[in-house]
């Protein structure tokens, strides 16, 4: 049974930096794509970003890039996601997600690219 933990969320300022990681258990994590989303109140969720299986390849969304740095350590099954600078506007749920396909390496930023997700946690950014 696949499990995605998320942490690391909670209150902070705006300017200020959060790390989350994701927790990954009962699949062979280096063997799989992974992405962080988010969803804020009362909008769709949305891509952060991502990482290829190796962590050679990452990719961002605009509204984060230069703020966000997505990592991953293979040894420890576990993905994380550096947040500097933060704003308001990142105020949301962050979920990490894995693809399950094991047979391509790459990047991928639409929701349907993932099948397993975790529960989220949450990030507030004061003003």
């Known amino acids: 049974q696949v499990q995605l933990v998320e942490s690391g969320g909670g209150l902070v300022q705006a300017g200020g930096s959060l790390r989350l990681s994701c927790a990954a258990s009962?699949?062979?994590?280096?063997?799989?794509?992974m992405g962080w989303f988010r969803q804020a109140p009362g909008k769709e969720r949305e891509f952060v970003a991502a990482?290829?299986?190796?962590?050679?390849?990452?990719n961002y969304a605009d509204s984060v890039k230069g703020r966000f740095t997505i990592s991953r350590d293979n040894a420890k099954n576990t993905m994380y996601l550096q947040m500097n600078s933060l704003s308001p506007q990142d105020t949301a749920v962050y979920y990490c997600?894995?693809?399950?396909?094991?047979?391509?390496?790459?990047?991928?930023?639409?929701?349907?690219?993932?099948?397993?997700w975790g529960q989220g946690t949450r990030v507030t950014v004061s003003s």
């Open positions: 997600a894995a693809r399950a396909n094991i047979y391509d390496s790459g990047t991928f930023s639409r929701n349907r690219d993932y099948d397993y």
């Open positions: 009962g699949l062979t994590f280096s063997m799989h794509n």
């Open positions: 990482i290829s299986r190796s962590g050679g390849s990452t």
